[in-house]
């Protein structure tokens, strides 16, 4: 009886511990490991308390099932190891940054680029505001996504392209289809060869790296430069600031292997789902009604705030005037027109519209700043041969007609976003007579 009583206290005790190793939950990769190590100890210090076996028999099967399960655990990493398999493309996993995420690489000049010819396939069920506020999910959009032998998103490979397209995530929109986006629109009605130049999360600095790098090399006729105003303008700094983020010239073969370990990757999708979605409550602030064409209401929700100007603003402004005065030498260098687009925020575009009622006091009393004001002269300041196009107002004036033009839960353009853009800019093209009618 006595027995039997202490193998329950202990059994309690050791419940108890693994009580106290979950029931806080984990904060991340690494407290996962060393709670999955201690339980696994743990079992093993309960099995020597409650097993009536010899200790060194208890022993033996400690060493020798350690021993089976590492070797099998090396077997299944072997293929990551060597490179064959990407666990982190299996799993479905990001990497904490650009160059350590399925498809792209590191580049010492572009801190990553897509990886050439990289091919992916999936669904979109939230925007990256979604993600946020762990909206529920909506019918998946499936993607398809494919690039050239540089990292861009052209479905076929070119060495000579009439018009290339710089930006970011706006210019490559790996949410939509290759035939809704913008290069698409402005080719299938130039009926020239236009380049997808744009990568997520890029910013000016890159940019003008694309620019000289690639764009260049396919001698286009024209160039048009998207400057999008949320991240763009933040990605900036003054030209003796030394703190822009740049990727170092060698990489660890260890940092590589674990990134595309199995270990690593089942590790990050367990925390992941422990933790949980937590909703970030400041986007909750910055949301509002739209009404559609077809008088149906949908909720909009907003990233980035473009309020007032700041002095550091206008710092990196001198920055961006620095990179765009060299991106116009190199267009009288090799012959290009160079055009500059300005890509509103989705604030911009829906402040203040009819059709767009705020439903929280944060949007309610939401300025924007006069940027577009400010960055016209600034480019005319360059050359007044740099034509600028401001695309708040065709995206405003399709958003009153009733169009969504950027997605309710992301920050990017929908295809009828990308619609409206791609035609502005073929427009744009004819009125300056960079192409013939």
């Known amino acids: 009886m006595l027995k039997d009583k202490a193998a329950l206290i202990t059994l309690v005790i050791f419940l108890c511990g693994y009580a106290e190793l979950w029931v806080m939950g984990v904060t991340s990769t690494g407290h996962l490991i060393d709670n999955l190590v201690a339980s696994y100890l743990l079992a093993w210090a309960l099995y020597v308390f409650v097993s009536d076996l010899p200790r060194k028999e208890i022993r033996a099967r400690f060493v020798l099932m350690t021993l089976v399960g590492a070797a099998v655990l090396g077997l299944v990493e072997l293929p990551?190891?060597?490179?064959?398999?990407?666990?982190?493309?299996?799993?479905?996993?990001?990497?904490?940054?650009?160059?350590?995420?399925?498809?792209?690489?590191?580049?010492?000049?572009?801190?990553?680029?897509?990886?050439?010819?990289?091919?992916?396939?999936?669904?979109?069920?939230?925007?990256?505001?979604?993600?946020?506020?762990?909206?529920?999910?909506?019918?998946?959009?499936?993607?398809?996504?494919?690039?050239?032998?540089?990292?861009?998103?052209?479905?076929?490979?070119?060495?000579?392209?009439?018009?290339?397209?710089?930006?970011?995530?706006?210019?490559?929109?790996?949410?939509?289809?290759?035939?809704?986006?913008?290069?698409?629109?402005?080719?299938?009605?130039?009926?020239?060869?236009?380049a997808n130049l744009g990568v997520n999360g890029y910013g000016p600095e890159q940019e003008l790296t694309v620019l000289k790098r690639y764009a260049v090399g396919l001698q286009p006729k024209t160039v048009v430069?998207?400057?999008?105003?949320?991240?763009?303008?933040?990605?900036?700094?003054?030209?003796?600031?030394?703190?822009?983020?740049?990727?170092?010239?060698?990489?660890?073969?260890?940092?590589?292997?674990?990134?595309?370990?199995?270990?690593?990757?089942?590790?990050?999708?367990?925390?992941?789902?422990?933790?949980?979605?937590?909703p970030h409550r400041t986007y909750l602030q910055y949301?509002?009604?739209?009404?559609?064409?077809?008088?149906?209401?949908?909720?909009?929700?907003?990233?980035?705030?473009?309020?007032?100007?700041?002095?550091?603003?206008?710092?990196?402004?001198?920055?961006?005037?620095?990179?765009?005065?060299?991106?116009?030498?190199?267009?009288?260098?090799?012959?290009?027109?160079?055009?500059?687009?300005?890509?509103?925020?989705?604030?911009?575009?829906?402040?203040?519209?009819?059709?767009?009622?705020?439903?929280?006091?944060?949007?309610?009393?939401?300025?924007?700043?006069?940027?577009?004001?400010?960055f016209e002269p600034m480019l005319h300041a360059i050359s007044p041969e740099i034509p600028f196009i401001d695309l708040t107002g065709p995206l405003r004036e399709a958003a009153a007609a009733g169009t969504l033009t950027y997605f309710p839960d992301d920050t990017h353009w929908t295809a009828a976003g990308q619609r409206v853009v791609g035609e502005t800019l073929y427009q744009a093209l004819i009125d300056i007579r960079v192409v013939k009618r």
């Open 287 to 374: 949301r509002g009604r739209f009404q559609t064409a077809d008088g149906q209401h949908s909720e909009l929700f907003f990233w980035e705030k473009p309020g007032p100007l700041k002095g550091n603003d206008r710092d990196r402004l001198q920055r961006l005037r620095t990179i765009l005065t060299e991106a116009y030498g190199l267009s009288r260098q090799h012959g290009f027109r160079l055009i500059v687009a300005f890509a509103p925020t989705s604030a911009r575009v829906h402040y203040d519209l009819k059709n767009f009622e705020p439903s929280t006091p944060e949007m309610q009393g939401w300025v924007v700043s006069n940027l577009p004001e400010e």
């Open 225 to 278: 430069w998207v400057f999008f105003e949320g991240n763009d303008l933040l990605q900036l700094e003054s030209d003796d600031d030394d703190s822009l983020e740049t990727f170092p010239e060698a990489v660890s073969w260890r940092d590589e292997m674990w990134t595309r370990s199995l270990t690593r990757n089942l590790l990050v999708a367990t925390s992941k789902v422990m933790r949980g979605c937590t």
């Open 80 to 194: 990551g190891a060597l490179g064959i398999v990407n666990y982190q493309a299996l799993v479905g996993n990001s990497g904490r940054t650009w160059w350590d995420r399925p498809g792209y690489v590191p580049d010492p000049q572009l801190v990553y680029r897509h990886a050439p010819h990289y091919r992916e396939r999936g669904v979109v069920r939230r925007g990256n505001i979604g993600e946020g506020l762990c909206l529920p999910a909506h019918p998946p959009t499936s993607f398809d996504l494919r690039y050239d032998h540089n990292g861009f998103r052209n479905d076929e490979d070119r060495d000579r392209a009439d018009v290339a397209v710089v930006g970011d995530s706006y210019v490559e929109s790996s949410m939509l289809a290759s035939s809704d986006l913008l290069t698409a629109t402005l080719a299938a009605k130039l009926q020239i060869p236009v």
